[in-house]
């Protein structure tokens, strides 16, 4: 039976740099989980590498065929944008998989497929040099949403606070405030010991 990794972390903590990394050094065979979203395409994003881009028509055709393991909605500025995986992209007998996701997604993948076969790695960053990473990202965009930005910012501190942290039970912390190659260093350790 494959597992399935996890890393959560705030906005801007750098998951997805250490998800990417780790699919293209392929050191562990991993199979990368694509999510959805209902949120407008960023700069650069690509349908099927990033996420699938769905209408929320499709997302609730996807919920009634029971294809959807989690979900979730943030209330934006613009209207509701839903983040969710679907069941349909994930073949745990023959393979493992590396995704990025929240803690309330984490709860529904460990309901979903149990707790031994989810690996669940926090990503945290001291907060100012993650509202800079942030708002450098946001400075790329075609039509940068500033206030957004900030509104995620805040949110994540909520989100990720020690009271919720501490409701999960994670694999791992691991602290990214370092270089990208010592952090890296630390997420290997720990998927040698579970894989």
């Not at 509701?80 to 007998?93: G, M, N, Q, R, V």
Request: charged share 35%; net charge neutral.
């Amino acid at each position: 039976m494959g597992k399935i990794i996890l890393f959560m972390g705030p906005s801007s903590s750098g998951k997805d740099t250490i998800k990417r990394r780790l699919i293209k050094e392929n050191k562990f065979a991993l199979k990368e989980m694509i999510m959805s979203t209902t949120r407008p395409k960023r700069t650069g994003e690509v349908e099927g590498r990033d996420y699938y881009f769905k209408t929320e028509k499709e997302m609730l055709e996807l919920e009634e065929q029971g294809k959807i393991i989690e979900k979730r909605k943030y209330d934006t500025i613009y209207g509701p944008w839903y983040y969710f995986t679907t069941s349909s992209s994930i073949d745990l007998e023959n393979y493992n998989y590396i995704g990025s996701n929240t803690l309330e997604g984490l709860d529904q993948f460990v309901k979903f497929y149990g707790i031994e076969n989810i690996i669940s790695l926090l990503i945290k960053l001291d907060d100012g040099i993650r509202l800079q990473r942030a708002l450098d990202r946001e400075k790329r965009e075609e039509s940068p949403k500033y206030q957004e930005l900030c509104r995620r910012f805040l949110a994540d501190s909520l989100d990720f606070s020690k009271e919720n942290i501490n409701k999960r039970h994670i694999t791992s912390i691991i602290n990214n405030d370092s270089n990208l190659d010592n952090t890296m260093e630390e997420v290997e350790k720990v998927l040698k010991l579970y894989l």
